[in-house]
């Protein structure tokens, strides 16, 4: 199967593109899946063979908004038009909407960028438009202690400066940087969802007192939510490996994660508060044993098993959002993921019950390389981050009919 080659961009101004370059990429047939043992080269999704690939996708057109990156971690759209974004080792980028570019200040002298943890997961408050307040989820280092943190910040009018304005929740853990998280989903009511990695350490994903292994759910003050099963608790959901995508399904409010896979199975969860998701890496005492099952229902009793799973070969999901608008055509609604180790993007159809999937595809496979953030956009396009290195892209995927 052949892909078409797309012409390198070489843009230079402070790292970030001016001009949009638009393109159309045509939707390669899916390969077969048993091609491909390691994933590397573009992977089909999971092994079940209950679950058919239809290539059904509407062409994408794609194109560049910001280049010059390097690991943007999240990008977020604003209802003046302007798109921010994040690099992982630090800095803030924006796109305008007015189409000038430029990084953003921000004070950032206590992040802790190590590994896979460094600036990642961004929201804007619900109330955006009036209080100008956001999210990040960050590492953090200073004054001796460690860990990943919520922040929350202001940004002017103009996009040119971020303000600080507090710690809404500290404490989630951190080793080495390894499995760091860390999605933040801004819920309707003005709550905040929270995903949150292992850090690599056997204990962490079923203790329920450290916030490892999470999803968290919080209000913005950092208090935990109401409907939480522990009321004294954040903790929503628990025996997680690392959580890094979150989205509420439209028009019923379920919330999912997406969290990536040891060797095996990269899944997608649906939340029940106090779900316990079976991820239990202790079985050789001392050691964190990635070989156990992601999903152990022997180990633990009454864990709840995955609305899909990748298999043998991950894709190493990495985010999660809804499609919509009609030009998705059969894809309308659909949940869709960024593929880092299978460089594409994954497309599923959920049954109405929201508990399994009728149907998967895929779009922009080995067209990009990796792919991580997915940000949803009120016109139906998505926002779609890379994540290869330096001269990563934010990318505007709209679906042609």
Known sequence: MRHPKLAALTVALTAV?????????????????????????????GDDPDIPIENTLPQLSVTTLVDGLDHPWDVVAAPDGAILTGQRSGGFFVRRGDNTTGPVSADLSDLYAQSETGLMGIALARDFAQSRTLYTCQGFSAGGVTDVRVISWTVDAGWTALTRTGTVLPGIPVSSGRHGGCRILAAQDGTLFVGTGDTATPSVPQDPNSLGGKVLHINADGSPAAGNPNAGSPVYTLGHRNVQGLAVQPGTGRVYSVEQGTSVDDEVNLLTPGGNYG???????????????????????????AVWRSGSSTLATASAAFTGGAAWGAWDGALVMGGLKSKELIFLRLSADGRSVDAQTFGLVNQFGRLRSVTPTPDGSLLVTTDNGAGDKVLRVTPTP
Do not use: C, H
Not at 21 to 44: E, H, M, R
Not at 279 to 286: A, V
């Open 17 to 45: 593109l001016v001009m949009p370059v638009t393109q159309s990429v045509a939707q390669p047939f899916p390969f077969d899946p048993g091609s491909f043992g390691n994933g590397s080269t573009g992977s089909l999704g």
């Open 279 to 305: 991820y239990r890496p202790d079985r050789l005492p001392g050691t964190y044993d990635e070989s156990v099952p992601m999903t152990d229902p022997v180990r633990v009793p009454g864990a709840i098993a």
